[in-house]
């Protein structure tokens, strides 16, 4: 029932920077987490960055100083901004929204955005 449409992906020079938006479909209630995922070719999905409702954020040590995840409730949507990019930060990117329920938790995903840092 939720969709997630990303956008801002693209290609950019290695210390460059992007800015990526994820907008829900819909107002979500309860308690939600959203968050960053990356999957390059040949490796395994991991997670970038996420945030929690109060603001709390987590990010994966190999962004940590270049990457900002932020939220806009009003908006129903998350950013992340990604500076110094660097060629290895290359991946589709998936925005992620999970909302814990005791009657089984829900998981939505993007569709993926593509970010490339190449000279």
């Known amino acids: 029932q939720v969709q997630l449409v990303e956008s801002g992906g693209g290609l950019v020079q290695p210390g460059g920077s992007l800015r990526l938006s994820c907008a829900a479909s819909?107002?979500?209630?309860?308690?939600?987490?959203m968050g960053w995922y990356r999957q390059a070719p040949g490796k395994q999905r991991e997670m970038v960055a996420r945030?929690?409702?109060?603001?709390?954020?987590n990010y994966v040590d190999s962004v940590k100083g270049r990457f900002t995840i932020s939220r806009d409730n009003a908006k129903n949507t998350i950013y992340l901004q990604m500076n110094s990019l660097k060629p290895e930060d290359t991946a589709v990117y998936y925005c992620?929204?999970?909302?814990?329920?005791?009657?089984?938790?829900?998981?939505?995903w993007g569709q993926g955005t593509q970010v490339t840092v190449s000279s």
């Open positions: 819909a107002s979500i209630f309860g308690p939600v987490i």
């Open positions: 992620e929204l999970f909302q814990p329920r005791t009657s089984g938790s829900r998981e939505y």
């Open positions: 945030i929690s409702p109060d603001g709390n954020t």
